[in-house]
């Protein structure tokens, strides 16, 4: 059980768009920023998404971070066969005083 | 380029110690906060320990509190996991992770992979 709730999977065609939520509270996504990390299969996570929105160089901009009270969304368009990977949201945690994530989503490219 | 290489897993019994390390090169390492986050096999990420630039302040998961102690070597630009009192849920792949203070984690090592056995 993840403090952060994400979905466990979504999937869309090659070109379409995929979103992932990120659910959290006030001791977390409300009070601090989010951050998104790939991880393809057999990999380390990479840095998507810093700061809530800010992609890292070399991050190219089909990728986008939002955030709202205490949620966070990432977005993926013109989805393709390289994308297919899991991806974690993760923010600092002031109640527990330590850094959580959430539970991962696999993104399927049907 | 920003380099981090683990090492030092391995398989131990349940009730053993082992010590990881996390060779950092390409950067600074003195001047930034590091990480070691773990995953478990087919499981998610999990955050585990923290310690500051100067090695001054450590904080740990309530999972591994007072079982594991993280430090760092600054003039050899290494950081470590000494992992005691190892149980079998302590079975993970371990990485270490460059923070930007606690905000997020922009390099990552390939990981080491610790497997507890009883």
């Known amino acids: 059980q993840s403090v952060l709730t994400q979905p466990p999977s979504v999937s869309a065609a090659p070109g379409q768009k995929v979103t992932i939520s990120c659910s959290g509270s006030s001791s977390n996504i409300g009070k601090n920023y989010v951050s998104w990390y790939q991880q393809l299969p057999g990999t380390a996570p990479k840095l998507l998404i810093y700061?809530?929105?800010k992609r890292p160089s070399g991050i190219p901009d089909r990728f986008s971070g939002s955030k709202s009270g205490t949620s966070a969304t990432l977005g993926i368009t013109g989805l393709q066969t390289g994308d297919e990977a899991d991806y974690y949201c993760g923010t600092w945690d002031s109640s527990l005083s330590a850094y959580v994530f959430g539970i991962g989503t696999k993104v399927t490219v049907l | 380029e920003v380099q981090l290489v683990e090492s030092g897993g391995g398989l131990v019994q349940v009730g053993g110690s082992l010590r990881l390390s996390c060779a950092a090169s390409g950067f600074t390492f003195s001047s930034f906060w590091i990480h070691w986050v773990r995953q478990a096999p087919g499981k998610g990420l999990v955050w585990v320990s923290r310690?500051?630039?100067?090695?001054?302040?450590?904080i740990y998961a309530d999972s591994v509190k007072g079982r594991f102690t993280i430090s760092r070597d600054n003039a050899k630009n290494t950081l470590y996991l000494q992992m005691n009192s190892l149980r079998a849920e302590d079975t993970a792949v371990y990485y270490c992770?460059?923070?930007?203070?606690?905000?997020?984690?922009?390099?990552w090592g390939q990981g080491t992979l610790v497997t507890v056995s009883s």
């Open positions: 992770a460059r923070g930007f203070v606690a905000d997020y984690f922009d390099y």
């Open positions: 310690i500051n630039n100067d090695g001054s302040s450590a």
């Open positions: 700061d809530n929105y």
